[in-house]
């Protein structure tokens, strides 16, 4: 008991108070856990029923990691067996060697990969008598264009499959690159294509690393070492030695087209080739492309070089497996290209790249 009546009030208020506040927090952490609970298991059956329906889809016939699918409905039984195909590939942003991982289903597979599977596919099939390679791309990387196209160019070489490029919204510089590697090119007329060229990224960063008294010390083997490093002022000698590499890589562009495009010598190429962007009915008139259309017209164009009427369109889809949705499944921002270009792969690389397009992602 309490001599002061004033004592016990504050001790009832307090007990009173610390059992609200323990009573609260109680409530509050079996909320968190319940919604975190409903939270989970939504989540869980989400991935249940995405992977389901991903390995319930009705494949016509499946390959290595792939499935071949048909586009259009006029299929039988019949022409399954019979009727000649065309082979549906497409190639959209960046072209490049790497596979992108940030996204909620976590597995994008890279263009040069893409293509390459595909095409080792249509060798194998043979009711494939024609491969569409559909492009809506600004081009990318250096290498990862030169592969594609030498991916192409070596599939008509050793299976006579012809190949028709149809271009979509944008098909520049590295994307047109690949594309000189068909026998045909079809362009939508409001087709962005050409920035024949090559570019070279380079940040310095010296001055500001001087202005907060930053000091840069290399410890190197050679002068030249570190060329165009971001932490020293730029040397004239090192720019002019990369635009050598530079130039080189367009000679390889040049030579690329050349090889791809017949009805063009390589000195109309080279002067072509001043980086500019072309809409596709200039493009027909500078020889860059073949003709103007949709993709009906593609189709058509294709099927009169294989020498086939009425053909059925495929693709062949990558099968994605519950356990690539569960081990990659990625809850980061998705970065746009160029950030991504910069942040993963370094700035100092060699792109065929109208990079305009890049900084609309």
Do not use: C
């Amino acid at each position: 008991m309490y001599d002061n009546p004033r004592e016990g009030n504050r001790h009832s208020r307090r007990f009173f108070n610390s059992s609200a506040v323990s009573a609260i927090v109680k409530i509050v952490a079996v909320g968190i856990f319940t919604v975190s609970l409903i939270i989970s298991s939504v989540f869980i059956i989400f991935l249940i029923i995405g992977a389901a329906a991903v390995s319930g889809k009705g494949a016509d016939r499946e390959y290595a990691g792939y499935q071949k699918y048909y586009l259009d409905e006029k299929r039988t039984s019949l022409k399954s067996e019979f009727a000649p195909e065309i082979a549906v590939i497409h190639i959209n942003g960046l072209i490049t060697e790497y596979d992108q991982r940030d996204t909620f289903l976590g597995y994008i597979e890279n263009p040069v990969d893409g293509v390459r599977n595909r095409l080792d596919i249509a060798r194998t099939d043979e009711s494939i008598e024609g491969i569409l390679l559909v492009v809506d791309s600004p081009g990318g990387g250096v290498t990862a264009s030169d592969v594609l196209y030498n991916h192409l160019m070596r599939f008509r070489e050793e299976t006579g499959i012809p190949v028709v490029t149809l271009m979509k919204q944008v098909a520049a510089s590295g994307a047109y690159y690949v594309a000189a590697a068909s026998d045909a090119i079809v362009a939508y007329p409001t087709t962005i294509t050409g920035s024949i060229g090559v570019i070279m990224y380079s940040f310095n960063l010296s001055g500001l690393m001087e202005k907060y008294g930053v000091e840069y010390v290399p410890i190197k083997t050679a002068d030249r070492k570190d060329s165009l490093s971001p932490f020293k002022p730029v040397e004239q000698a090192e720019v002019e030695w990369m635009q050598t590499i530079v130039d080189r890589m367009l000679d390889r562009f040049i030579d690329a087209i050349d090889a791809g495009r017949e009805n063009l010598s390589r000195e109309e190429v080279a002067q072509l080739a001043d980086g500019r962007i072309y809409i596709a009915t200039d493009a027909v008139q500078l020889g860059l492309i073949d003709r103007v259309g949709y993709f009906d017209d593609a189709v058509k164009v294709l099927a009169e070089m294989a020498g086939i009427e009425d053909p059925l369109l495929v693709e062949f889809e990558r099968e994605v497996r519950f356990r690539d949705i569960v081990g990659r499944v990625s809850f980061h921002l998705p970065r746009s290209m160029l950030e991504e270009r910069i942040m993963r792969r370094g700035s100092l690389e060699l792109y065929y790249l109208w990079d305009a397009v890049l900084l609309q992602q």
